[in-house]
């Protein structure tokens, strides 16, 4: 364990000690924020349209404010995880210091879960300020809590699995740029693959990344679901360790 919280706090003061984790959580914290606002007028402005109210009904918080709030979430991590896990593994052996991390008496396991580790606070920190908005939205409004929970568990596991494909695609170059846009195009793959296909019944729509989610957002947390998030965490740190321990025999 100490081996692994000194992993976990080596790449967080690496993090932080550059401009990349600030500028990664301000532009997430940014978009997200605009678009949170986007629905939210767009609820309001429904709220004093008598036509929509006709055709549609009561109005709902969670369809209109809350769902979409967290669809454009998930989008915007398929986008910004990429750069923050390029520099994970393709900076060590940028900077000549993997030889000596992977020859250390460092178990290759500790490293790869260490450094997911790290990635994955950073990550949570993300989640944790967009839930600022949501914060805003529960004092003066009413929206489905439980429906609020397991939409965070959904983005916290389809995040985490962003992570490890990300990792894997950091051990696979030196090059930070080559790795994040490997890792984006890996990820953007498994999103669009199958994704108009139901998860139930076509091979594809399993595959998808997204039709996993689905479920989350609505308030719904599967165990079908969970698992397929947990094996695609376990199969990125797997292929990871493959990886750098091929290396290590070279």
């Known amino acids: 364990m100490k081996s692994l919280y000194t992993i976990v706090k080596r ?35 429904f709220q004093f349209d008598p036509s929509y109210q006709l055709q549609t009904g009561d109005l709902n918080l969670n369809n209109l404010v809350v769902l979409p709030y967290f669809g454009t979430i998930s989008i915007v991590l398929l986008l910004i995880v990429p750069l923050i896990t390029m520099r994970l593994i393709a900076d060590e052996k940028k900077n000549y210091t993997a030889e ?36 805003v939205l529960m004092v003066h409004g009413n929206p489905d809590f439980g ?4 939409g965070y568990v959904g983005l916290l596991l389809l995040g985490a699995s962003f992570l490890s494909v990300g990792i894997f695609a950091s051990s696979l170059t ?21 994704a108009l296909s139901d998860a139930e019944s076509s091979v594809l729509g399993y595959i998808s990344v997204i039709n996993h989610y689905e479920d989350f957002s609505k308030g719904l947390i599967e165990l ?13 740190l797997f292929l990871t360790y493959t990886s750098l321990d091929s290396e290590r025999w070279r």
């Open 11 to 45: 790449e967080l003061r690496s993090y932080f000690a550059s401009p990349l984790a600030y500028i990664i959580l301000v532009v997430f914290q940014v978009i997200s924020a605009r678009f949170f606002f986007l629905y939210l007028q767009g609820f309001l402005q």
């Open 100 to 135: 000596l991390l992977f020859t250390s008496p460092l178990n290759i396991r500790t490293i790869v879960f260490g450094k997911f580790a790290a990635s994955l606070i950073l990550l949570i920190i993300m989640l944790l300020l967009s839930s600022i908005n949501i914060f």
């Open 147 to 150: 429906a609020v929970i397991s």
């Open 174 to 194: 030196e090059n930070q740029l080559i790795a994040a846009v490997i890792s984006f195009g890996v990820l953007l793959v498994l999103w669009l693959v199958g």
């Open 224 to 236: 079908k679901d969970v698992v397929y998030y947990l094996s695609l965490i376990f199969l990125g």
